[in-house]
Structure formats: C-alpha cells, structure tokens
C-alpha cells in the first residue's frame, strides 16, 4: 500500500529550539496538507499545497511556522523558536481533491519542554 | 468560527447495537463530506464519503446519511463491534469551485470517541 511518511514519529526538544518535521507525500498525488491535533480544536489546518504551490496557510503562526515542498517529495513544517504550547501531534496528509479521501501520514508527536 | 461542528465528545454503544454519530456544517459551500476513523497513535483513515448530490451513501456496516436542509450528516454503524472503538472526525470541502484556494481544502470536526463494549 502507498504511504504518506512522515519522520521523526516523536521528537523532544527544548523551548527556543529549531523543529523541522518532514512528509513524504504519496507519489502523484497533487495536494499536501499539514494537520495539527490538539484535544480542544480538533484537527487544525496550518497550511495546504497544490502542485508544491502553497495555498492557504492562514492557520498558521506566521512569526514562528512556515511550509514548505522544495519538491514534489518533500514538504517540511519547520518551527523557529518552538514553544511548550506547540506540544502536538503534526499529521501530514495528500491526495487529489477528486479522489475518495485523503491519506494521513502517523504523524510527529512533537514535546516542548 | 468552527465550520463543522460534533457536538458529542463521546459515545458508549454496547456490542452488535447501532453507533449513531453527528455532525453540523455551517457553510453553505460545502459540498462533499467524508468520515474519518483514528486509532491512538496512528493518523486518521479514510472511511467513507457522500457528495451533496446524494442523500445516503453505504458500505458495509457504515452508511452516512447527509441532510442538506439542516445541514447536518450523521455515521451508522451497524451492527457495531469492538474494533470500532476510536476516534472518528467528520470532515467537509467544496469540490465546486475548482481552481479556487478554497477547493479540495478539507475542514475537520473536533472528534467523537466512540467505545463499544464487549
């Protein structure tokens, strides 16, 4: 089956510290999304690509976060300086706006301290 | 502003009797819903969809029932097993505008935990 990776699967780090957290998207498949889990909202929408363009990012930090897919294979989330409030589990996730369903990555569970 | 909205945190069903799950959109221009289902530690998986054409979709055990009037849908699951137990997210886009910044663009819900008891 064709999978969405994203590494690392857990990631520890201190306050102030840089975080990047990167996906592989299915191979064909055009749009890439970047999820966060958190227990009050949900699943929150940070950024969205289309074609490796970036679409909507307006859920996201700007002063902090930012998205990127330097190719096709590659989306990164990086997070400079990292806070204790971004502790959450970042899901990436593509596929085609016409197709069934997206796929999820397991996501990165990320841990400021 | 929450576009989609599961106003159950929770749900405890017993084994082989119907799982009833909710959720309301407030935004007009959705038009395709999906379910969702997530394990702990694992990310969401595809369940089942409806397009805004229709008014019932099924699949097995599952169906999802769209009433677009009150705009609301809702997940059956019949009759429901104990693998059901997770958490499972409803979720809507608008396919109509396609080319748009909005289009495929996917809005979750907060998530209900469904447990079903041996």
């Known amino acids: 089956d064709a999978r969405v990776t994203q590494t690392p699967r857990h990631k520890v780090t201190e306050m102030g510290q840089e975080v990047t957290m990167r996906c592989q998207p299915i191979?064909?498949?055009?749009?890439v999304f970047w999820y966060r889990q958190t227990m009050m909202q949900g699943l929150e929408l940070l950024a969205y690509?289309?074609?490796?363009?970036?679409?909507?990012d307006s859920g996201m930090p700007k002063d902090r976060f930012s998205a990127e897919m330097p190719d096709a294979t590659l989306a990164t989330l990086k997070i400079q300086p990292s806070e204790p409030r971004d502790s959450a589990v970042y899901f990436c996730?593509?596929?085609?706006?016409?197709?069934?369903?997206?796929?999820f990555g397991s996501g990165t569970r990320l841990t400021v301290v | 502003d929450q576009q989609v909205k599961q106003n159950s945190p929770s749900l405890s069903v017993q084994e082989g009797r119907i799982s009833i799950l909710n959720c309301d959109y407030t935004?007009?221009?959705?038009?395709?819903f999906l379910w969702y289902k997530k394990y702990p530690a694992e990310g969401p998986t595809f369940l089942i969809s409806?397009?805004?054409?229709?008014d019932k979709n099924e699949d097995g055990r599952f169906t999802v029932f769209l009433n677009k009037s009150a705009k609301h849908l809702s997940l059956h699951i019949v009759p429901s097993q104990p693998g059901d137990s997770a958490v499972y997210f409803c979720?809507?886009?608008?396919?109509?505008?396609?080319?748009?910044?909005?289009?495929?663009?996917?809005?979750f819900g907060q998530g209900t935990i469904l447990t079903v008891h041996p």
């Open positions: 996730a593509s596929g085609s706006p016409t197709g069934a369903g997206y796929t």
């Open positions: 191979l064909g498949h055009n749009t």
């Open positions: 690509f289309r074609n490796r363009a970036p679409l909507d």
């Open positions: 935004n007009s221009m959705f038009d395709y």
């Open positions: 409806i397009s805004s054409i229709k």
């Open positions: 979720a809507a886009t608008a396919r109509g505008n396609a080319g748009g910044t909005s289009y495929g663009k996917l809005t």
